[in-house]
């Protein structure tokens, strides 16, 4: 059974930082991609950051590039999402995803489409004050 469990999420201050986790199981790790998605109240799902486990690409919407870092530790079969200088308009849902990419790599433009990815965690909550 595949599962997805983000944890890290909590209430931060504007100009803080916290770190998402993303554990995984139930399939290759290094045949798959993951990415994060995170979705605010009445707004669409958005892209934050992929990186693919077969060839180390990484990705970051640019809203949060420079801001933001993905990273993953395969021996734990976790990614890590970094997130400083967090900002009001980063309050989301934060969900991490999973979609093979072993002989398929996503490009610039797929990896933030939510509907090629075949699995998701439950989300966790991120809330930045001012």
């Known amino acids: 059974e595949v599962q997805l469990v983000e944890s890290g999420g909590g209430l931060v201050q504007a100009g803080g930082s916290l770190r998402l986790s993303c554990a995984a199981s139930g399939f290759t790790f290094d045949d798959y991609a993951i990415g994060w998605f995170r979705q605010a109240p009445g707004k669409e799902r958005e892209g934050v950051s992929y990186?693919?486990?077969?060839?180390?690409?990484?990705y970051h919407a640019a809203s949060v590039k420079g801001r933001f870092t993905i990273s993953s530790d395969k021996a734990k079969n976790t990614v890590y999402l970094q997130m400083n200088s967090l900002n009001t308009e980063d309050t989301a849902v934060y969900y991490c995803t999973a979609v093979v990419v072993e002989g398929s790599p996503l490009d610039g433009n797929m990896w933030s489409d939510p509907d090629v990815y075949a699995y998701w965690g439950q989300g966790t909550q991120v809330t930045v004050s001012s």
């Open positions: 990186i693919s486990n077969s060839d180390g690409t990484t």
